[in-house]
């Protein structure tokens, strides 16, 4: 049907008829409101009336995104446009009644709440209560919070008798409170209260649905049935969710006292009426009773339909609450989404850091750690030559003379490389101390100490670099060349006498003229002899000593030396007899004392008095000669 309001009309009077229709007729309310909004410039207030209207109408015919739209509207309008409280409140309480109607509870509830602090701004006793009556049927219908439900219907009673007004609705309302919340007799009392409330003001409504839940809780099997159907029949026309209510508690009664046939017939009977009057909550709970009564008689295939449409009008009004509720949640979730993943990029990007921090700091570490091994490593190593050498050296050097020891001295003697070609040839010689132990008995033996120092100075200037100077024994010293000749040799031998016999030696209180005897040979002596190449030396030695022995017979201050030129020489032969081997040719003598006393002056001795050094003691040298 056309809507009685055409465009045409005064837009006054098209809110108006809006409003008339919203409840009763609410498609035609719908029209209305959509044609009067199709026009241009309307004034914020009349629009603002336009789209609460829309909203409520549209609830009503279940369009629950029409009704959003409509409420987010009015707010948007309210926000660009601040109106009175007086205005305000009813934008806001119209508004919160659809959103109510369409399912979006928590926004009602906000809308509900605004409109309360407009009532308080307004000084509106009536609309705060009606407010706080909204709010709390909400905590009790939808969010079951029954608690403050009843803190929020007790307040609103106290503005009211603070007032002085009569609202029985409070009441009643917070009996259906407690009924929810399983206290009886709460409920009782407050209906009781609610009752004579309505009856003194004529409030019809509220005295039929008291009377109807005080003769509900005071029943007993089914006796009050007829009484609450008179009550019902009487609500469908006047406030037929009240009748709903009504039936439901009728099929509870009936449920309760075995009769499951006629419970199911009053809860469907609740059900054509709720779902009729798209009484939300009133439906739902009918067709719970409905379900109950399906299952007391056994009908589960029936109960499971009931329940699946109960369920789906749950899913939808859940949906259409959502609906308005979704992008801000759905923002909401966003921004807690990319928090989330900034707070934990964050956090792998510390922790990345730490990670390279750490290894930074393990690699230095680990190379610092390194570089001081390997410095501790070179230090030691270091420290390790130092102490090896200064070992060597301790080992093998002389500590008196600072000449290489005999046992240094052979090693190097092993290890003198071999002569240059031609005449010249390595040539070792032995130099002992004449009558030194004269000298120590004379002027002591710390005495005798500095003179073989001393000693052992000169020598070191008669030689070369690559020459051998060591101590050989106590007052015995060893020289040795790599490379001379015979001529040579006797020069050297001559430089030795003459180094330490031409300058006599100053000590503390006096000096002493000293001496010493030399003996010389040259290796090797034959290519052929029998000693491995190393020991080649040995003979020359014992050739030395040999000879030096003849300086000492020969008057000492003296160097006598045994050259081999040939190839082949019988070193024992001629140590045994070196006048047979001279006289053979097999050897060559020199002497800076002719002619050389090889012999001890005992007869019936080969080799009288001599005997190789180390062996035994020389027990054919003569007595000292004291000077
Ligand atoms: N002060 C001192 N005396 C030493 C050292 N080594 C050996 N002597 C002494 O040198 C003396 C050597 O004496 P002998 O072997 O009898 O020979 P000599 O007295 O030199 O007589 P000839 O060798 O026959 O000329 C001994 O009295 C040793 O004690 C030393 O390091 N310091």
């Not at 705060?128 to 009556?133: D, F, V």
């Not at 075995?258 to 054509?272: I, M």
């Not at 299952?295 to 009004?317: F, K, M, P, S």
Request: aromatic content about 4%; proline content about 4%; hydrophobic content about 45%.
């Amino acid at each position: 049907a056309a809507p009685d309001a055409a465009p045409g009309q005064p837009l006054t009077a098209q809110i108006e008829r809006c409003f008339d229709l919203r409840e009763s007729r609410p498609a035609e309310a719908i029209a209305i409101a959509h044609a009067a909004l199709s026009g241009t410039d309307l004034p914020a207030t009349d629009e603002i009336k336009l789209q609460t209207c829309l909203a409520r109408a549209s609830a009503l015919t279940g369009d629950a995104l029409t009704a959003i739209d409509a409420v987010d509207r009015v707010e948007s309008l309210l926000a660009a446009s601040p109106q009175s409280p007086e205005f305000a409140l009813r934008a806001l309480s119209n508004a919160g009644a659809a959103l109510h109607l369409a399912g979006d509870v928590p926004r009602a509830l906000a809308l509900y709440t605004r409109a309360f602090e407009a009532a308080e701004a307004g000084d509106s006793d009536i609309a705060q209560i009606k407010m706080l009556n909204n709010v709390g049927n909400i905590h009790s219908e939808e969010l079951e919070a029954f608690d403050d439900a009843v803190r929020i219907f007790t307040r609103a009673q106290a503005i009211a008798d603070k007032g002085g007004l009569s609202e029985p609705i409070l009441s009643y309302n917070q009996g259906l409170n407690h009924l929810r919340a399983g206290r009886k007799a709460d409920a009782r009392a407050a209906f009781a209260v609610a009752l004579p409330q309505a009856e003194a003001i004529a409030l019809g409504v509220v005295e039929q649905r008291s009377r109807a839940e005080l003769a509900a809780l005071d029943a007993t099997g089914l006796e009050a049935l007829p009484a609450l159907m008179r009550i019902a029949d009487a609500q469908r026309s006047d406030d037929p969710s009240g009748a709903a209510v009504t039936l439901m508690r009728m099929s509870r009664l009936a449920l309760d006292a075995g009769e499951a046939a006629q419970a199911l017939s009053h809860a469907r009977d609740a059900v054509g009426i709720a779902r009729a009057g798209a009484f939300r909550i009133e439906y739902r709970d009918a067709m719970r009773a409905e379900v109950a009564a399906l299952r007391a008689l056994g009908h589960y295939e029936a109960a499971l339909d009931v329940q699946q449409t109960l369920r789906d009008v749950e899913v939808r009004a859940l949906r259409s609450q959502n609906l308005g509720t979704l992008a801000g949640l759905q923002a909401r979730l966003e921004d807690r989404h990319s928090a989330s993943e900034l707070a934990r990029l964050h956090e792998q990007r510390r922790v990345d850091t730490l990670t390279q921090q750490h290894a930074r700091r393990l690699r230095s570490a680990a190379i610092a750690g390194l570089a001081i091994l390997v410095v501790l490593m070179l230090a030691f190593a270091w420290y390790q030559r130092r102490v090896n050498r200064r070992l060597y050296r301790l080992s093998s050097v002389d500590s008196l003379t600072r000449l290489l020891n005999r046992g240094a001295a052979t090693h190097a003697l092993r290890n003198m490389s071999s002569a240059a070609g031609g005449a010249a040839r390595q040539v070792v010689f032995l130099l002992d101390v004449d009558y030194f132990k004269h000298s120590n008995d004379q002027h002591g033996h710390s005495t005798g100490d500095a003179i073989l120092t001393e000693i052992a100075a000169r020598l070191g200037t008669c030689c070369r670099p690559g020459d051998l100077v060591a101590r050989w024994g106590g007052e015995e010293f060893l020289v040795a060349c790599p490379a001379l000749d015979l001529r040579g040799a006797s020069d050297v031998a001559e430089r030795l006498r003459a180094v330490v016999a031409n300058t006599p030696f100053a000590f503390d209180g006096g000096q002493a003229a000293l001496s010493v005897s030399i003996g010389f040979a040259c290796w090797p002596t034959a290519a052929a002899a029998g000693l491995a190449r190393k020991e080649r030396w040995r003979e020359a030695v014992d050739l030395a000593d040999r000879a030096l022995y003849a300086s000492k017979r020969g008057g000492r201050d003296a160097w006598t030396g045994l050259w081999c030129d040939g190839d082949v020489v019988d070193v024992k032969a001629v140590l045994r007899d070196p006048e047979d081997a001279i006289a053979t040719g097999d050897i060559t003598a020199v002497s800076s004392r002719m002619p050389i006393q090889w012999r001890s002056s005992e007869p019936g001795s080969a080799a009288p008095g001599w005997q190789p050094r180390g062996t035994a003691a020389d027990g054919g040298r003569e007595p000292p000669a004291p000077r």
